[in-house]
């Protein structure tokens, strides 16, 4: 079964940034839908970013816009977060996440949409 896998996780302190990587464990396997979702200890798992193939490409939670950026290779299948001006709140478990169809707008938020999840990489922000 295809996998996506992540990477770039790590502890920064804050306003410091990192880059996050993810890309299917096939090649091949193509996506519309990428999207990032992270999970903090005790809180459930929010939306971060998407990147659609079709339509408008970008949305990104309020919380990280201006800060957060994602970015796309498709020759590369890959789909990247860079998060800069990194703060203690940002700290958590971030998760890749892929759907083959394109999800609409009022949608893409929602975890259940997804249908491919990576194991997900721990980001701490901390002086």
């Known amino acids: 079964q295809v996998q996506l896998v992540e990477s770039g996780g790590g502890s920064v302190q804050p306003g410091g940034s990192l880059r996050l990587s993810c890309a299917p464990s096939?090649?091949?396997?193509?996506?519309?839908?990428m999207a990032w979702f992270r999970q903090a200890p005790g809180k459930e798992r929010e939306f971060v970013a998407v990147?659609?193939?079709?339509?408008?490409?970008?949305y990104y939670a309020e919380s990280v816009k201006g800060r957060f950026t994602i970015s796309r290779d498709n020759a590369k299948n890959t789909v990247y977060l860079q998060m800069n001006s990194l703060k203690p709140e940002d700290t958590a478990v971030y998760y890749c996440?892929?759907?083959?169809?394109?999800?609409?707008?009022?949608?893409?938020?929602?975890?259940?949409?997804?249908?491919?999840w990576g194991q997900g990489t721990q980001v701490t922000v901390s002086s």
């Open positions: 096939e090649g091949t396997f193509r996506y519309d839908t």
């Open positions: 996440a892929a759907a083959v169809n394109r999800i609409i707008s009022s949608a893409v938020a929602d975890h259940r949409m997804y249908n491919y």
């Open positions: 990147h659609r193939r079709s339509g408008t490409h970008t």
